[in-house]
């Protein structure tokens, strides 16, 4: 039961967008292009995000005191890195996002669209997620009971032992947390993808493209926050449901948002049928000189 809920959440974070794209597409009668170029975003993205996370960010975070090691974190640290780490994921998502609607989709510019393009970037997302999520069940189960010093060097052992010992640890039932978390997070990309739209229809467009970095800095902050503080005091899978709760919070916040930027459909006029026009007789022949005489009225008698 273990292995299967592991496993099941992982199928789950892989079939929930598929699922999602298969239905808009078909109620909207519209292809999976826009879902394939929010797809390769995500991944554009990432090709600036990471290594700026990791040659740029990391350093400051380390300055600020915050990273792994025994103890709480300071809060004033772990709030400021909270912050950085969210300005970073908005600042590249969100220009990703910005200069993809800009220079490779010009016009995708409806609400549908852009729906269609932030599920794509979600559910790309969504889908590498759960791909690592198997990967990593499956290289759990392969060392599970196996003596790993005749399998990990010397210098990685305590760290590999570690990370087995707190993947088994955490309760089969809290693995369906992470597919509960993508759901969440596919609304919050499709409702970013469309806050990032705004910025191409209407006036003074880069208050909407601001609007979208900060609203997903708030989101990634809170979460972060919300985990790493809680999970101190409380325990990690204390700190997972508590992160996981904070993005749902804001998941649901970002359908209102999403469902108020949706444009009024047109009403439909019912026209009552009119009655049909009224049977005429058939018109007399005319009639011939000739016969003008038997119409005559004559007397008897």
């Not at 794509?120 to 990593?136: M, P, R, S, T």
């Not at 108020?260 to 058939?282: H, N, T």
């Amino acid at each position: 039961m273990d292995i299967a809920l592991r496993g099941l959440s992982a199928l789950l974070m892989i079939a929930l967008p598929l699922a999602v794209g298969v239905y808009l597409t078909r109620r909207w009668q519209k292809g999976w292009g826009l879902v394939f170029v929010g797809a390769a975003t995500f991944v554009i993205s990432q090709v600036g995000h990471l290594p700026f996370n990791g040659a740029v960010l990391n350093p400051v975070l380390a300055r600020l005191g915050f990273g792994p090691g025994p103890g709480p974190q300071p809060v004033w640290a772990l709030a400021a890195a909270a912050l950085l780490l969210g300005l970073s994921a908005g600042v590249f998502e969100e220009g990703a996002r910005f200069l993809v609607y800009r220079f490779w989709i010009r016009r995708a510019r409806t609400y549908r669209e852009g729906v269609l393009f932030g599920m794509g970037h979600g559910g790309a997302e969504a889908i590498a997620v759960g791909v690592l999520a198997i990967l990593q069940l499956a290289q759990a189960y392969a060392l599970r009971g196996q003596d790993l010093s005749a399998i990990v060097p010397a210098d990685q052992l305590a760290v590999a032992q570690a990370q087995l010992e707190a993947y088994w640890a955490v309760p089969a039932p809290a693995a369906l947390l992470s597919a509960v978390e993508r759901a969440s997070a596919l609304a919050i990309q499709i409702t970013l993808a469309v806050l990032v739209l705004q910025a191409f229809t209407r006036r003074r467009g880069w208050l909407w493209f601001l609007a979208a970095i900060l609203w997903h800095t708030a989101i990634d902050a809170a979460a972060v926050f919300t985990g790493v503080q809680w999970g101190t005091y409380q325990g990690s899978v204390a700190g997972a449901v508590a992160s996981e709760i904070m993005v749902a919070v804001f998941a649901l916040v970002s359908l209102w948002i999403l469902l108020r930027l949706r444009p009024a459909e047109p009403a439909v006029e019912i026209i009552s049928p009119s009655p049909p026009p009224p049977v005429r007789p058939p018109a007399s022949p005319p009639l011939r000189p000739e016969r003008i005489d038997d119409t005559r009225y004559t007397a008897s008698g």
